[in-house]
């Protein structure tokens, strides 16, 4: 395939709850596959980018917030790999340091307001777009579906690849941060029943993951914990000084949307006991630390 990033590096992380209870964490930094296409939202990107080459679409589009990950990857992604780029923003124009970042890269924007925004999920919401940006390729609110789950089974293979250089000769499981459940469920695919996939839920249950999840991977090989902490975007000083803590224990970054949380998610389950002593865990850094610009 014409889209590559480079592998990113597989790091044991030492932590001082983990040595406690004997449990083992090797962390993936997705973080560090690109200077500007950070985490899990390139690999979510991979396939469509690829549908798009395979149509000769001139361009991609899709939707996000104000900070959003998702659309500041796939700016960046459309700069390096030659497509043109548009963006539909929830709410009224706002400068952040990520709306920034997306003009700076070429796309553009079309603020929707909140109610155009709540119309995402109705059947005839792409018409006009489409009719306004002829044969582009159009991608879900977050890069979810099953393109952008497929195109995150290459995780398992980075990490697979890295841990000869950690001296493992294997894991137990994955525990990761999930918001629409999208990167969890394309490991769950790529594992097959093989190691069980932790999904720490950035969004509170209501908000369908489950449902999502099991759309695309079944009911098995994964389980989901709650770490949203009181709704996606919450920040208390617990998280915000447990982040701190934790950034200088093991010189790793972390934003508080998502990779924090599901961090402080797996303190408490390690020091509940919940993983048995011996027990190695891949914990997948999804990246997103550009939008911590913006609020940290
Ligand atoms: C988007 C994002 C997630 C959530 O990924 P899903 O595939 O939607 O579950 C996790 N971490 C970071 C940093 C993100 O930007």
């Not at 001296?167 to 069980?196: I, N, P």
Request: hydrophobic share 45%; net charge neutral; glycine share 14%.
């Amino acid at each position: 395939m014409r889209f590559e990033l480079p592998q990113a590096p597989l790091q044991p992380l030492h932590l001082p709850w983990l040595a406690s209870a004997r449990v083992q964490v090797a962390v993936l930094r997705l973080d560090l596959i690109d200077p500007l296409i950070s985490g899990n939202k390139w690999f979510k990107l991979r396939h469509h980018l690829a549908q798009a080459d395979a149509s000769a679409a001139p361009g991609l589009i899709s939707l996000g917030g104000n900070h959003s990950n998702h659309l500041h990857a796939l700016a960046a992604a459309g700069r390096r790999f030659g497509f043109a780029t548009a963006g539909l923003l929830r709410g009224q124009p706002q400068e952040t340091p990520t709306v920034r970042d997306l003009q700076a890269l070429g796309m553009q924007l079309h603020w929707l307001g909140y109610e155009g925004y709540r119309a995402r999920h109705q059947p005839g919401f792409w018409a006009p777009w489409q009719a306004q940006y002829p044969g582009w390729h159009c991608i879900a609110e977050g890069g979810g579906g099953l393109a952008g789950a497929e195109g995150c089974a290459l995780i398992m293979q980075q990490a697979h690849a890295g841990l000869s250089a950690i001296g493992w000769a294997g894991y137990d499981a994955w525990w990761l941060a999930a918001g629409t459940g999208t990167t969890l469920a394309g490991l769950v695919l790529a594992e097959a029943g093989g190691h069980t996939v932790h999904g720490a839920l950035a969004v509170p249950l209501g908000y369908g993951v489950p449902q999502a999840v099991q759309a695309l991977a079944g009911d098995h090989g994964y389980l989901l914990h709650e770490a949203c902490r009181g709704g996606f975007g919450k920040f208390d000083d617990e998280l915000l000084a447990f982040i701190e803590a934790s950034e200088q224990a093991t010189g790793v970054p972390l934003e508080a949307l998502y990779t924090g949380k599901a961090l402080l998610a797996l303190r408490d389950k390690v020091e509940a006991g919940y993983f048995a002593p011996g027990t190695r865990l891949v914990f997948v850094h999804t990246g997103g630390l550009q939008g911590r610009r913006g609020y940290l």
